[in-house]
Antibody
Framework: EVQLVESGGGLVQPGGSLRLSCAAS????????INWVRQAPGKGLVWVSR????????NYADSVKGRFTISRDNTKNTVYLQANSLRAEDTAVYYC???????????WGQGTTVSVSS | QSVLTQPPSVSAAPGQKVTISCSGS????????VSWYQHLPETAPKLLIS???KRPSGIPDRFSGSKSGTSATLGITGLQTGDEAVYYC???????????FGGGTKLTVL
C-alpha cells in the first residue's frame, strides 16, 4: 500500500525545536518530490516546503525560511522537517504529501500536530 | 492573506451543480498548472484535479477543472451530501519560488 506516515509532533515552548518525520512505503521513494503542508487551527492549507527526489533541490515558504530545514534519507525512505525557533503561529497540523504541483500531490499522510505554547 | 483568491463559501441543493473559482496572477495560475483538493475534517486532503483539468484514477467525472488566464475553476455536478467539504486550489508561484494554496471554499449541500 502506498502511504506516508508523519511523526514527531508535540508541544514545544516558543523558541524551541522539533524534528518532524515523514516515512514512506509502497512506492519508489527516490523518484518523488515530497512537500510539507500545514493547517493552523481554523485556517486553510498552507504550503511549507518541498524537496526533490534526490535531495538536491529544496524550496521554502517565506514564513519559515531560515528557521526550517527539509532533508531526506532515501535509504530510510524518510523526509525530515527540522523546525527551529518555533513561534506560536507555527502551531498547526503538519502534513507531508507526495508530488509536484504540476502533477498534483496525490498521496498525503494523516498529519502530525505541532503546538507551540508556553 | 492567500496569494490565490477563492470564495469563502458556496452552497447548492443535492443534484445541482456548483462552481468554485480561484483567482491568481501571471506568476502563478497563468503560467503554471493548477490542482484542486478536497479536505474533509479530520482526514488527509485528497487530490481531485491535476494539471488544470485531469482527474486522477478513482475521481468521478462529476468533478471537472478548467483554467483561463489568471483564473481557474472547479466544477461539481450532481451534488451529494458527501461532497460537503472544503475545497482548495493550488499551484506553483514562479516569482515566489513557492507553492501557494487558495484560502479554501466551504461547500454546503443544502
Amino acid at each position: 500500500e502506498v502511504q506516508l506516515v508523519e511523526s514527531g509532533g508535540g508541544l514545544v515552548q516558543p523558541g524551541g525545536s522539533l524534528r518532524l518525520s515523514c516515512a514512506a512505503s509502497g512506492f519508489t521513494f527516490s523518484y518523488y518530490w515530497i512537500n510539507w503542508v500545514r493547517q493552523a487551527p481554523g485556517k486553510g492549507l498552507v504550503w511549507v516546503s518541498r524537496i526533490s527526489g534526490d535531495g538536491s533541490s529544496t524550496n521554502y515558504a517565506d514564513s519559515v525560511k531560515g528557521r526550517f530545514t527539509i532533508s531526506r534519507d532515501n535509504t530510510k525512505n524518510t523526509v525530515y522537517l527540522q523546525a527551529n525557533s518555533l513561534r506560536a503561529e507555527d502551531t498547526a497540523v503538519y502534513y507531508c504529501a507526495r508530488g509536484m504541483f504540476r502533477d498534483g500531490m496525490d498521496v498525503w499522510g494523516q498529519g502530525t500536530t505541532v503546538s507551540v505554547s508556553s | 492573506q492567500s496569494v490565490l483568491t477563492q470564495p469563502p463559501s458556496v452552497s447548492a441543493a443535492p443534484g445541482q451543480k456548483v462552481t468554485i473559482s480561484c483567482s491568481g496572477s501571471s506568476s502563478n495560475i497563468k503560467n503554471n498548472y493548477v490542482s484542486w483538493y478536497q479536505h474533509l475534517p479530520e482526514t488527509a486532503p485528497k487530490l481531485l484535479i491535476s494539471e488544470n483539468n485531469k482527474r486522477p484514477s478513482g475521481i468521478p467525472d462529476r468533478f471537472s477543472g478548467s483554467k483561463s488566464g489568471t483564473s481557474a475553476t472547479l466544477g461539481i455536478t450532481g451534488l451529494q451530501t458527501g461532497d460537503e467539504a472544503v475545497y482548495y486550489c493550488a499551484t506553483w508561484d514562479s516569482s515566489l519560488s513557492a507553492g501557494v494554496f487558495g484560502g479554501g471554499t466551504k461547500l454546503t449541500v443544502l
